[in-house]
């Protein structure tokens, strides 16, 4: 797009045309050094093992280890590689007002055979590059887990797969 050896523009009227400053046009990405990535590699092994803890917590758990490195840099490369603490969240789905509530139909039924009723859950699983989603139908009186999928996406399609092999399997509770 622009050209170093333009014969009638010049790098600065080029830069200016396409808004684009001339230190941006001049500047070369600096990758991340040895160091860095090992850290990074400490982080995410401890983040991995310990997902709820923070950039203060790794922090600590590093220095335990032997490797000394800042909050604040161990806070930057979380952010960097995308990670950030699991806990509990205040609030975060409040139903919308005009939702309707819907009635809790099992709250007088005695569950007491296999096969009468089923739940879902769906819970996320943290992995070296993100998460999988992991959906389970299980029956109420067996708590026998009767079918599960595995997603990389947080779609419908793979729960009702799993709820299709549910009900083919076991026949509609």
């Not at 170093?4 to 990405?29: G, M, N, W």
């Not at 040895?34 to 590699?41: G, N, R």
């Not at 758990?61 to 490195?69: E, K, N, Q, T, V």
């Not at 139903?95 to 509530?101: E, K, R």
Request: charged share 20%.
């Amino acid at each position: 797009m622009i050209h170093r050896d333009h014969p009638e523009l010049s790098i600065s009227q080029q830069c200016r045309l396409v808004k684009l400053s001339r230190s941006a046009f001049y500047y070369t990405p600096v990758g991340i050094d040895a160091t860095t990535l090992t850290l990074m590699k400490q982080v995410d092994r401890v983040f991995t093992k310990f997902p709820f803890f923070g950039s203060r917590q790794i922090a600590a758990y590093l220095r335990r280890d032997g490797i000394i490195a800042g909050r604040h840099r161990v806070r930057r490369l979380m952010a960097k590689m995308g990670l950030e603490a699991i806990y509990k969240r205040p609030r975060t789905s409040q139903p919308h007002p005009q939702h309707p509530v819907y009635p809790y139909l099992l709250r007088n039924m005695v569950v007491d055979r296999p096969n009468q009723v089923w739940c879902a859950d769906i819970t996320f699983i943290p992995v070296k590059r993100g998460f999988l989603y992991l959906v389970a139908i299980m029956d109420w009186a067996t708590r026998k887990v009767l079918s599960w999928r595995l997603s990389n996406t947080m779609h419908a399609e793979f729960c009702v797969e799993a709820l299709n092999e549910a009900i083919a399997r076991f026949g509609p509770p």
